[in-house]
């Protein structure tokens, strides 16, 4: 328990193509490598300018649940493994998180 308190939750958020993409991002960073304990998908319409084009896609929102201390290895990851030129990856500070939940996202990740 010493170990959560000082500890911060993050999310970080990041958009994808598909569901099959983020799927497979999602059991590596969980599973094998540990870098979140959640992925939370959400399917969004995004409407942006993209190379001077109007783009109006279907997309999934991705919502990495993990530690402050996981997010850089997290964020560099997701990098690597992004199907788009310039992926979306940021980062929101969670306050207040429920004191089991965050212990729980803690013994989740490395």
Excluded: G
Aim: with cysteine.
């Amino acid at each position: 328990m010493a170990k959560q308190k000082t500890q911060t939750a993050v999310i970080i958020v990041s958009t994808f193509p598909d569901q099959e993409t983020i799927l497979t991002i999602a059991k590596d960073l969980i599973v094998k490598k540990k870098l979140c304990a959640c992925i939370n998908l959400i399917k969004v319409r995004s409407v942006f300018v993209w190379k001077n084009k109007l783009e109006d896609q279907q997309e999934f929102i991705a919502l990495f649940k993990t530690t402050k201390l996981s997010a850089d290895k997290l964020k560099s990851e997701i990098k690597k493994v992004h199907p788009y030129e310039v992926p979306e990856i940021m980062e929101i500070k969670m306050n207040d998180v429920y004191k089991p939940y965050m212990s729980w996202i803690v013994e989740s990740t490395t």
